[in-house]
């Protein structure tokens, strides 16, 4: 064993107040379906980021950007688009 | 100043949380744990306890969801349950031991149903044995007084970083007042100062996490497990020192902190006992001894950690050893839980004494003289004679064991 490999005598001996669960956990890698914005259609009325349970969308100077890393593909931005500009597109494995 | 107040348990284990400035108490009352809620309400109420916060959650299962976030935010918190209470919260058990923080619970031992009672026997709180808490047992008021005081300064210990359970039987105990000695209020907090856990803080500055559980901790799972059960180990000596410095503080103490042995000299028999039955285990233990018979009584005050090389001590030279078990594991590979702990601890022994298990007191039936007297004069037979003429008994059984 490595001189580097952690050990029981020098991890941590709980995870409170030793991890950043959600920084460090990569929590979009589940999804099935991924939201693919038509940057043509969108008129940047904010509905998506408003109604994303996750917060990952956010109306940036280049349009609508959504957060991959922790996008769980739900939809729900896709269904309350008023002018339909979001396409739920399968993932490929 | 200490003054003298006729206490039963449940206000005994009150009081414990009240002079340790328990600070966040997550309470839910059940049967027969309920005056131990009432009284540090009426506390709090009474503006008794002005450093403490009362909360009164839906369930027990949020009570100890609240404790594992008060706790980790930096507080000394204290709740109490039984029975059901216990088994409802039980997922949240596991997570304040898993995590280390220092709660401090008061179990009022209650049997589980089914076949329940609002009376005692111990398995609620047995049934946390593997989570990884502390398990210390009182057999009277002033004992769990003066237990829970203990708790805190045991699990607060950084060697040590585990929550603590301290039990009593409901009614037996809970219900029993006799005349209790509360030490002073400032001498406590000398002997417990105030909570501060080396590794959990609520400084925003110094706190990472978002959420208590996470995903990687099964990377180093074995290995967070083997810290517990190194935690264990240390906790047998730090029980011990805190025993000791209670007493020269207090003028208590209770055995060793893990065992008390009670006229174990030259005994060629001894019971063990856990809880209450104590007591009564001491009288016959008299009666006996003066009639001739060498019979000794060793008090199991701490179940977790096991005080394995302390009974192993205690059995040197004894015969036959009996394990007076109140709670059930149908089933099991031979008894109670006690005995088949008590069995692993001594297995390594070259030379074994005999070891017989009874079942008494089960779901609240209550343990007479005529019972533990039964237990030590078979103890005794088999120590006499070299021969068990059986394992186990079930003591108050009606109808014959097949």
């Not at chain 1, 580097?4 to 709980?14: A, G, H, K, L, V």
């Not at chain 1, 914005?37 to 959504?66: F, L, N, R, W």
């Not at chain 2, 009432?38 to 909360?55: D, I, K, N, R």
Request: aromatic letters at 8%.
């Amino acid at each position: 064993m490595s001189s580097r490999t952690p050990t029981w005598r020098s991890i941590p001996i709980t995870n409170l107040g030793t991890t950043k669960t959600t920084v460090l956990n990569k929590t979009g890698d589940w999804r099935t379906f991924r939201p693919e914005v038509d940057v043509d259609k969108c008129i940047q009325c904010g509905t998506c980021v408003t109604y994303c349970p996750e917060g990952v969308i956010k109306i940036a100077d280049m349009g609508v950007e959504i957060d991959y890393y922790f996008c769980k593909g739900c939809g729900v931005c896709a269904n309350e688009c008023p002018v339909k500009a979001i396409e739920m597109v399968k993932e490929e494995k | 100043m200490s003054k003298r107040m006729l206490l039963d348990g449940n206000h005994a284990a009150a009081w414990a949380a009240r002079l340790a400035r328990a600070q966040v108490i997550p309470i839910y009352p059940i049967t027969p744990q309920t005056e131990c809620c009432t009284q540090l309400s009426e506390f709090v109420e009474h503006g008794e306890m002005p450093w403490a916060s009362y909360v009164t959650p839906e369930s027990e299962h949020a009570v100890m969801g609240i404790a594992c976030g008060a706790s980790a935010a930096g507080a000394r918190v204290f709740t109490s349950s039984a029975a059901q209470g216990i088994v409802f919260m039980e997922e949240n058990i596991w997570i304040a031991a898993g995590n280390r923080l220092p709660i401090v619970m008061c179990v009022v031992n209650r049997a589980i149903a089914n076949p329940g009672s609002l009376r005692p026997d111990c398995n609620d709180s047995l049934l946390q044995r593997d989570a990884g808490w502390l398990q210390l047992y009182c057999e009277d008021a002033q004992d769990a007084l003066d237990t829970g005081i203990q708790m805190f300064k045991i699990c607060e210990d950084e060697r040590v970083y585990l929550p603590g359970i301290f039990a009593f039987e409901g009614y037996v105990v809970g219900h029993c007042a006799i005349p209790v000695e509360l030490p002073d209020p400032e001498e406590v907090t000398d002997f417990l100062p105030p909570y501060k856990h080396k590794f959990i803080t609520l400084d925003p500055e110094l706190r990472k996490y978002t959420t208590t559980t996470t995903p990687r901790s099964g990377e180093f799972g074995t290995e967070r497990v083997y810290q517990m059960q190194v935690a264990m180990e240390n906790a047998k000596k730090v029980i011990k020192e805190v025993n000791e410095d209670y007493a020269k503080r207090f003028g208590r103490k209770y055995g060793n902190g893990l065992i008390e042995k009670y006229r174990c000299e030259d005994a060629d028999a001894l019971l063990i006992t856990m809880g209450s039955i104590t007591g009564t285990a001491r009288k016959i233990v008299d009666d006996l001894r003066d009639e001739g018979h060498p019979i000794g009584l060793v008090k199991l005050r701490s179940f977790r950690p096991f005080p394995t090389e302390d009974l192993r001590e205690a059995v040197k030279g004894v015969k036959a050893v009996g394990f007076v078990d109140r709670n059930r594991s149908p089933g099991s590979s031979g008894g109670g839980i006690g005995r088949i702990e008590t069995a692993n601890a001594l297995y390594a022994l070259p030379e074994k004494p005999l070891l017989l298990g009874f079942f008494v007191g089960l779901v609240g039936r209550d343990v007479m003289t005529s019972d533990v007297r039964f237990m030590a004069e078979k103890v005794l037979k088999a120590a006499e004679t070299g021969k068990a003429e059986k394992d186990i008994h079930w003591v108050q059984l009606k109808g014959d064991e097949i």
